[in-house]
């Protein structure tokens, strides 16, 4: 039998400070463990690092990946980098929601007061995650500094870039809720999140010049990658684009996301238990 919610249910007028609440109390008991939480956050963060230090190596001895040097690339790997550990940390259970289906527990987030995505949110946050922005704004903080230093930038530059992970990660939800909206059909998701979410977001960290057209084209529409870094930081460097890149990934952002959410209400509407 299908399991239906109600189309008119939206976010109380208290749900976000409730979910402010619980990811305060979430943190107070990873600091519990000092040195586990601190200890986990610099080995998440140190392996991705290595990503960018053998791209760092080979940009070294080449000098230029289609016209960027290894600075350049360094504002598109740090922001992209940062807002993965931030989408990691708040979407951990939509990141994972195919246990949820498998497993039949979404039934019990079905009967809950709160809208269901949102029920997600609050349920886990891993901040261990933090190690992933930490070491991205590292990334990125070195490369801005020589770029500023070379003039290539100017200050108040820094203080957009300094937003583009949370615009970043506001894309990565709305990318990862919409493929786990497609499980209230699919079920099975994890390997699609492949294609729709982690290859994606591992091309955001080059130039997207180098890609051939047709994938340039995926990045630029149905899962939006070019606006968490590649369209604002073109600009920025003076590379091509117009002024209006600036407030093309913050509108991205907002649009991606509402679209997500509605299309993960019309998706609920479908879902049918594992009982059935």
Known sequence: MSRTTSPGRSPSTNLWPVLWLLARAGLRERMQYKFSFLASALIRGASIAVDFALVAVILYRFRFVDGWDVFEVALLYGPASAAQGLFRMVGYEIEGFENYLIN????????????TLFTLLARRMDFNRLGITAQGLVVCALGAAKLVARGQLQAWD??????????GALVLLAVSTFTAALGFWLIRIDELQVF???????????????????????LFTVIPMAFINYVPVLYLLGKGGGVWALAASPAVAAVACALAYRFWLFAERHYQSTGS
Do not use: K, M, N, V
């Open 104 to 115: 039949g527990t979404f039934d019990s987030i079905l009967i809950r007061p709160w809208p």
């Open 196 to 218: 729709t979410l982690y290859a994606p977001l591992t091309a955001s960290y080059y130039p997207l010049s180098i890609y051939p057209g047709w994938l340039r084209g995926l």
């Open 158 to 167: 820094l203080l957009y870039i300094a937003l583009l992970p949370l615009f």
